[in-house]
């Protein structure tokens, strides 16, 4: 697609439950980002893929919260367990390279809307 | 570890007046800056960035941003505003070292700007 495309747009859970959220990255970009926005505050990293590995995973606020992007191309943030803290704006974003994500050319998604009831 | 502090969470103006967004950041080590838009349903978007060089920079639509190292700010202006500037602006530092962490986006809390006609 000509974007980051980011499935679903929102998403409504239970307290407990297992929630997946999917990011299509631009084709061809090879670095893709994970990125939290609670209310009120700024975009906060996650976790970082060169290629199919976690490269930088030190955003990630506990082991409930897991990511893959085993082809080196979509990418699944995996969270377990919900809690209501968990509830947040979740954003992706994909560089043509990890050099470029580095000097800004990053391309978001529009994110998905977490809510945890 | 960086942080990028926006004191303005709201800046309502009328349209073809002057507007400032003001940025500053803490950082132990040199760092990039940019500013990036999120219009109203889309995702963020890059308006521009420091690298080095000029610390006085300019986007395309009529931004500009200033780095002052002594102050570290890098506050953003445009001397007249349109209805179509109405969106959510971020400011945001990445370490310029390659290293742990190099590649985490750190965001200010953003500013919404809202143009009155």
């Known amino acids: 697609g000509a974007g980051v495309s980011q499935t679903p747009s929102n998403k409504v859970t239970e307290k407990g439950k297992y929630v997946e959220l999917r990011c299509d990255p631009i084709s061809g970009h090879t670095a893709l980002y994970w990125y939290r926005q609670s209310l009120g505050q700024g975009p906060e990293f996650l976790i970082y893929f060169q290629g199919t590995g976690a490269a930088d995973d030190s955003g990630l606020p506990n082991d409930r919260f897991f990511a893959v992007r085993p082809e080196g191309s979509v990418s699944t943030l995996k969270i377990q367990r919900t809690e209501r803290g968990d509830s947040a704006v979740y954003l992706c974003?994909?560089?043509?390279?990890?050099?470029?994500?580095?000097?800004?050319?990053?391309?978001f998604g529009e994110g998905s809307r977490l809510t945890v009831l | 570890a960086q942080s990028v502090t926006q004191l303005d969470s709201q800046v309502p103006v009328f349209e073809e007046a002057p507007v400032e967004l003001r940025c500053n950041y803490s950082s132990s080590v040199s760092v990039y800056l940019f500013w990036y838009v999120q219009y109203p349903n889309q995702g963020l978007q890059l308006l521009l960035k420091?690298?080095?060089?000029?610390?006085l920079v300019e986007s395309i639509n009529g931004f500009e941003a200033e780095f002052n190292k002594s102050q570290t700010s890098f506050h953003l202006r445009k001397p007249s505003v349109h209805i179509s500037d109405t969106a959510e602006y971020f400011c945001a530092v990445i370490p310029i070292y390659s290293g742990a962490g190099s590649y985490q986006l750190t965001f200010g809390k953003g500013t919404k700007l809202s143009v009155i006609p």
């Open positions: 420091y690298l080095s060089g000029s610390t």
């Open positions: 974003a994909s560089s043509l390279m990890a050099t470029s994500g580095r000097t800004g050319e990053l391309f």
